[in-house]
């Protein structure tokens, strides 16, 4: 069966800090022997606890006052009911903790694609981080030229309704889109010759690829998308990973995670929202081409 971890976090640190930590713990995220939560009501964080548990073995406590940590106490415990007293501890936090984001794997197709049209559906500003141009802003003409190398036809209806909700709010909300430098992308499709649609891998068993003059059409029709509407605005850089993605709405953020085994976690927690979207706009300016 393996070991199983709960993890509380604190919401009152850096929002990098707590990616760093899915990526170190990538693996057991991936095959669901992780679940992190937090607690939702604000505290003024002047005593700082960590209780880390191993159930019938061990323990380490300790305490601090804010971030002074310096030559505080870590206690090591093996005493049978002390630990189970700091389990009892732990287990009455939880019980007054909510579920931190939600895992889902690349198997979880059906489950991923209804919380993305949620998103999509959802009103207010946005903030998207990904590689490529915006599905919203994929031309007419390169969706043809796609469908008529592709088998499953589904992905129009995502598409369909990223179009119609971008124009149906673009004019009362801002949109601001990050995406990974121009030259950069083109060096990238010389390379590998052909690059993957972004999101839609996550959506569908069947991968969507398009090519060089596909991208090149996509990128312009942003572009010019950018110079018609005065809320959207598009930030190119080459601090755009290639392999994650943010999709942040006022009430909802999804991260999807591009790699050999897929994983996407979705966010209604809206300090974490906020952070995210924070995250994003830091991490941009630090590479902004």
């Not at 604000?42 to 548990?53: E, M, V």
């Not at 501890?89 to 019980?95: I, T």
């Amino acid at each position: 069966m393996g070991n199983k971890f709960k993890i509380i976090h604190t919401l009152n640190r850096e929002f990098s800090e707590i990616i760093s930590g899915v990526n170190d713990w990538l693996p057991l995220y991936i095959i669901g022997d992780i679940k992190p939560y937090y607690y939702p009501k604000l505290r003024d964080s002047l005593y700082q606890r960590s209780l880390f548990i191993a159930e019938d073995l061990c323990a380490i406590s300790s305490i601090s006052v804010r971030s002074k940590t310096n030559d505080m106490a870590n206690f090591y415990i093996t005493n049978t009911n002390a630990i189970q007293a700091l389990i009892k501890e732990f287990n009455n936090y939880l019980d007054v903790s909510k579920e931190l984001f939600k895992i889902y794997k690349k198997d979880d197709l059906k489950k991923i694609n209804t919380i993305y049209v949620k998103m999509l559906n959802s009103y207010g500003d946005s903030v998207y981080q990904h590689p490529l141009p915006s599905l919203f802003a994929l031309p007419d003409d390169v969706l043809d030229s796609i469908i008529s190398k592709t088998k499953n036809k589904e992905f129009l209806d995502i598409i369909n309704l990223e179009k119609k909700m971008f124009y149906s709010i673009i004019t009362k909300y801002k949109i601001t889109v990050y995406i990974r430098d121009h030259e950069d992308v083109l060096n990238k499709i010389d390379e590998v010759d052909r690059i993957t649609l972004p999101i839609l891998d996550y959506l569908y068993s069947e991968k969507i690829f398009y090519s060089k003059d596909d991208y090149i059409k996509h990128y312009n029709n942003l572009k010019a998308l950018g110079n018609k509407y005065k809320n959207l605005e598009i930030i190119e850089s080459k601090g755009i990973p290639y392999d994650i993605s943010f999709y942040c709405k006022s009430d909802i953020a999804i991260i999807a995670k591009h790699n050999v085994d897929n994983l996407v976690f979705s966010i209604t927690e809206n300090i974490m929202i906020n952070a995210i979207k924070e995250f994003i706009m830091n991490k941009s300016k630090n590479f902004k081409s």
